[in-house]
């Protein structure tokens, strides 16, 4: 049974940082992709980016100079680190697992970044 569990979100100020871990269960063996996505109050779901067994990491541009996604592969955990937070990336943060289109999904951990 596949579980992506996420962790380490809270409540930081602006200009802060926060690193999020996905710990996963029954997955995180041979070929998978990990993604992060995130939702913000009355927004839709926005992908933060990816990264898979090959160590390979793609963000969505508007994530990649604040965000950065890597792994514990014997741990099976992977995180986001998120510096120079702003209110705007107030949101759920969810992980997701399966490449091409996510099959499993953690509940999601909150960030709440105030000004």
């Known amino acids: 049974q596949v579980q992506l569990v996420e962790s380490g979100g809270g409540s930081v100020q602006a200009g802060g940082s926060l690193r999020l871990s996905c710990t996963t269960s029954?997955?995180?063996?041979?070929?998978?992709?990990v993604h992060w996505f995130r939702q913000a109050p009355g927004k839709g779901r926005e992908k933060v980016g990816t990264?898979?067994?090959?160590?390979?990491?793609t963000y969505a541009s508007s994530f990649e100079a604040r965000f950065t996604i890597s792994q514990d592969k014997d741990k099976k955990i992977v995180f986001l680190q998120m510096n120079s937070l702003k209110p705007e990336d107030t949101a759920l943060y969810y992980c997701?697992?399966?490449?091409?289109?996510?099959?499993?999904w953690g509940q999601g951990t909150q960030v709440t970044v105030s000004s």
């Open positions: 997701a697992g399966g490449c091409g289109t996510p099959g499993f």
């Open positions: 029954g997955y995180m063996y041979g070929p998978y992709c």
């Open positions: 990264i898979d067994n090959y160590d390979r990491i």
